[in-house]
Each structure stands twice: as C-alpha cells, then as structure tokens.
C-alpha cells in the first residue's frame, strides 16, 4: 500500500467511515487517531515497548480504553514479561464452576480488575474456535488466491517467529506454574447456560486420575 493510499485510509477511519483499521507497527507507532476505544493485538507484540505503543492509541486525555490480545501458548512468556515491565498483576480466568455459582460476584470481580488496569487471562469456547476455524478453512479451500496467500502468510509468520527476541528465562520458568487455561468470563454471553455447564462437568472430570 503506497503512501496517498494509508493517508486515504486513515482519514476515513478518522471520520468514522470505516469503523476498523488493520495496521502493522509501523503505524502502530505512527498514527495519533483521537478517541479510540479498544485495540486488539492479533499477534502478541514480543517486547513491552512494542506493546506500550499499540495500546497507546487508546485510553488517552483521561478516557478509558481496552486493549484485547490474542495470545497463544508460546506467547505466555512475553505476557510475563509485559506484566513485570509494567508492575501489574496478571489473573488467571475463574473456572466455569465458580462462574456458574457465583456468576454476579465473579464478574463484579472481574470488572474491579480490568477498572484497576489489571489483566485478565482466560481461553475461547473451543466450540466456537472450532466453528470459526472451520468456516475460514472451508473458505481459503475454494479460492486458489486465498490458499497462495495463506501459504505466503505461513512463511513469513514462520520467519518473523525465528526472528524476533526471546522473552526472559524467568518467565518461561513462570509460565509451567500457572493454572489451567479457563474460559474468559468475558465471553461468557458467548455460551448457552447448558454448554457452561458442559464444560464445568468436563473440568470436574479432569481432576479425576
């Protein structure tokens, strides 16, 4: 995308004709768009200042702002790393039983710990990922372009992971002591009330040797 092309872009993102904008770090860094509310971290930034200048688009002259990150298993070191860099407490997801029963306090709890900057760590329903995940690879399948461009997206995400820094030995330590990956009670509105129950009754079944 040539310059006159992102300038083009961002306008419109600014008037609020396009209610989304997918960037790189360049412009992460770049870009000073006032009033957002959320940003969302598609690939985990590897570095603390990385992350710092993301989020940074938000939040700003007093607002309150969000910011979401996708976070894989290999990512957890880096979200150590983030925590420490910036003295805050990271909270492990309540499991889906306490949700159930104490559904009101658990999510006023919750609120409390986003409202004190805090972090919040919990998983997707694999019910949905596995609806999504799905869905897209039924798409890229019927478009040639789409299977090339994935197959070029594979090599370079594979590339950029040889390539970019390792988090700290202490957090890759940290990261075998932390609990069980538990739903994020954020997505709890995703789920019927029967299917949080399902996966209550799997993770009982779990502590079962």
Known sequence: MDQDARKIDVARFRSRKTMQLIVTDVAARGIDIPLLDNVINCDFPPKPKIFVHRVGRVARASRTGTAFSFVTSDDMPYVLDLNLFLSKPIWAAPTEEKVLQYMDGVMS??????AN???VCGGFPQTVLDL???CIQETIDSSGELIALQKACTNAFR????????????SIKRVKGLPHEELHPILKNVL???ELMALAFSERLKTFS
């Open 192 to 194: 019927e009330g029967g």
């Open 132 to 134: 999504v995940s799905n």
């Open 109 to 114: 709890k919750i609120d409390d710990t986003v």
């Open 117 to 119: 900057g805090e972090t």
């Open 159 to 170: 590339l950029y992971s040889k390539t970019k820094p390792l988090p700290s030995k202490e």
